[in-house]
Structure formats: C-alpha cells, structure tokens
C-alpha cells in the first residue's frame, strides 16, 4: 500500500477536505547533492492543488490527522489506461485513416483519423471514472493516524 499523511481542513456533507502534510513524490532525495529533482520537473505548469476531498464519514473532524491509503500499482493501472488508450486509438485511428484515403489525400485521413482516434479516448476516459468497477479498483482509504486496524474504504 501507499500511504500518505494529510491534515483534515474541514468536513461537509460527508466530503472531508484534506492537505498533504508530506512533500510528495520521487525518491526523497530531491534536495540533497545527486537528487534527480524529478518533483521540480513535474511542477513546470505550477504547484500541485493544495487540498483535495475525499469522502469520510462523522468521526473525521476539521484537524484531524489521517493517513490515505491507495493499493500498490492503482496509479501505475490508471496511467497506462489513461495515456495507453489515447496512443492506442490515435494510432489506430491514424492507421484507418490512411488506409481508407485515397493517394493524393493519404496524410489528411491519416491525420483525420488519428484526431477521432484522439476524440474517441478523450470521451472514453471521461466515462470511465464514473464506472463502479474501475473506482473499486483505485479505491483509497482514509484512517486516522496511528490507528491502522481501522481503515476506512471511502471511495468505491
């Protein structure tokens, strides 16, 4: 499991706000002599959102310390779904195209088809989230801290 540790900000309507309380991401090592720095690259287009929500039920309070749970391996599924299935249909797509286009006109069917290709993952990974069966497999868990005997699955 990864884990995180986060602050609850505050709690409404059964959705708890939370902020990291850890720098996230990479080795650790970003700010020591030979870290590779992989979290400032990531951060070109800006810092990363400061809080999120979650859903969690009424023993969470505003304050509370938590620890997010998510399985090993869920992020690396849901980008290889994500960014694999937008290659895939854009060069499949790409290919139809330019097999279905005639000589003179080959490259604007090739480039046609990739974009529909490009239009079909685009929708497909906005309808996706809202499947029961792929949330069940990224669902996260939210516990308080030092208290891991009683996790909570808050996202299904």
């Known amino acids: ?3 995180a540790r986060a602050r609850i900000l505050r709690v409404e309507n059964g959705q708890a706000w939370l902020a990291l309380t850890e720098k996230q991401g990479g080795c650790g090592r970003c700010d020591e002599p030979g870290g590779c720095g992989s979290v400032q690259i990531g951060q070109v287009f800006g810092m990363p959102k400061g809080e999120f929500v979650l859903p969690a039920d009424d023993r969470f309070a505003a304050g509370d310390m938590v620890v997010i749970s998510i399985p090993e391996g869920a992020p690396l599924r849901a980008a290889l779904v994500s960014y694999g299935l937008a290659t895939l ?9 330019s097999s279905i286009g005639a000589p003179p006109h080959v490259d604007a069917y090739a480039l046609a088809g990739g974009v529909a290709g490009l239009a079909l ?4 990974n906005r309808v996706l989230p809202r499947s029961r069966n792929w949330r069940q497999r990224l669902h996260m868990e939210l516990a308080p801290e030092g208290d891991c005997s009683r996790r909570l699955r808050v996202l299904r």
């Open 1 to 3: 499991m990864m884990e």
């Open 89 to 97: 249909l854009l060069v499949m797509g790409a290919a139809l195209g």
């Open 121 to 124: 993952a685009w929708g497909m």
